[in-house]
């Protein structure tokens, strides 16, 4: 029996914090308050009853985001 791979459409990026701020060549603060606004998707992955949250945002998020803020 072949193994089965995973499609490539649901590989799933997920980026920390200071990857997207340095992507958008921006602070850690300024990636938060676009979380804050709404304008970026987050995914927690942090363990269960974790007193700190791991936020990710997954890839597509980020895309999308840019693709909103480029029609402004």
Known sequence: MTPTRPHESSTTTLLSVA????????????????????????????????KQPKT??????????LERADTH
Request: hydrophobic residues 45%.
């Open 19 to 50: 990857s997207v701020a340095g992507r958008l060549e921006c602070s850690r603060m300024h990636v938060y308050r676009l979380i804050e606004a709404g304008e970026l998707e987050i995914l927690d992955i942090a363990a269960p009853g974790s």
């Open 56 to 65: 990710r945002i997954r890839e597509s998020a980020l895309q999308a985001y």
